[in-house]
């Protein structure tokens, strides 16, 4: 049996009670440590169903190195981490993870693709990241619609049908999706206009691209229009992402909110959606990480 045994599979190996000490691979005494501790966590975690790609926003865990993030989800079967762009994809293929929804195209959340004057730096940024974003071998590029400013719905999805029509070329044939986040303006962020899932459907409408989608977010669009399943459902094929949150106040998401993921996640998978689901909430218990590995348990149905 080969030596060259990485961290994940010792970790599975020795929660299982298979021979790998026997191998003779180096096991570092602070993994030990790790594992006597929370050994049944771990091995629930070993046990993932496969039916979620779990990811989560690094953002939420600003506290921590991004390398020891990296460590942290790779060891809790996470396939990747959200938002991050390419300064810091090499700790994450360190870590045997991918960049789930890259990021660093943008210009902000309040600048996005409704407002002509900002297409000219857009498609710059967006032209190089996207050849970024498939040269690393990732899929995702997030990108907003900024805010309205007093513009009406009709005129911001004539100018974002303008603007991403000039990187939609590109992004298709270096198999890039472009995905456009859908955002709450009720509480989080005020004047954004693609604040609801109609007007989001509709810009994928009018683009007719295969590689432009949207960011369904599972907060956001509680907040601002309910009725997640029926939306799940019924706009499925216009979602390329999803990201989860309590509310109110975007916290843990167990029983202490409102919604109740374990049915929101079945009737992703019942869709027969192959992306990711990344976990966007802010840890408000002790434990970050512990708040974490519960999401992930919740949502792993």
């Not at 599972?218 to 009725?227: A, L, S, T």
């Amino acid at each position: 049996m080969s030596k060259n045994l990485n961290r994940r599979t010792i970790i599975k190996q020795v929660l299982t009670g298979s021979a790998a000490i026997a191998t003779g691979a180096a096991v570092p005494s602070n993994l030990f440590a790790a594992m006597s501790s929370k050994q049944e966590t771990n091995q629930a975690y070993l046990a993932l169903k496969g039916n979620i790609n779990h990811s989560a926003c690094r953002w939420c865990y600003n506290q921590y190195p991004i390398e020891q993030l990296a460590k942290n989800f790779s060891e809790m079967g996470l396939v990747g981490m959200d938002l991050v762009g390419p300064k810091e994809w090499n700790v994450l293929k360190a870590n045997h993870l991918i960049s789930t929804m890259c990021n660093g195209a943008e210009i902000s959340l309040t600048k996005g693709f409704n407002e002509p004057s900002y297409h000219d730096t857009l498609v710059k940024n967006y032209t190089d990241h996207i050849n970024y974003v498939a040269d690393a071998g990732y899929k995702n590029l997030i990108c907003f619609s900024g805010s309205r400013n007093g513009m009406d719905d009709e005129t911001g999805l004539n100018n974002c049908v303008t603007g991403l029509k000039k990187i939609m070329a590109l992004a298709e044939k270096r198999g890039v999706t472009i995905i456009m986040e859908l955002l709450n303006s009720r509480v989080d962020h005020k004047d954004y206009m693609c604040d609801r899932s109609v007007w989001g459907v509709e810009l994928c409408k009018r683009l007719g691209s295969p590689n432009f989608k949207l960011l369904f977010d599972i907060y956001h669009m509680q907040i601002d229009e309910g009725d997640i399943i029926h939306s799940i459902k019924t706009n499925h094929e216009y979602y390329g992402h999803y990201h989860t949150g309590g509310v109110p106040g975007r916290h843990e998401i167990d029983e202490r909110q409102e919604l109740y993921y374990p049915a929101i996640m079945r009737a992703i998978v019942e869709t027969g959606f192959k992306g990711y689901v990344a976990q966007e909430f802010i840890p408000a218990d002790k434990d970050p990480m512990v708040s974490l590995q519960t999401a992930v348990k919740i949502c792993d149905v």
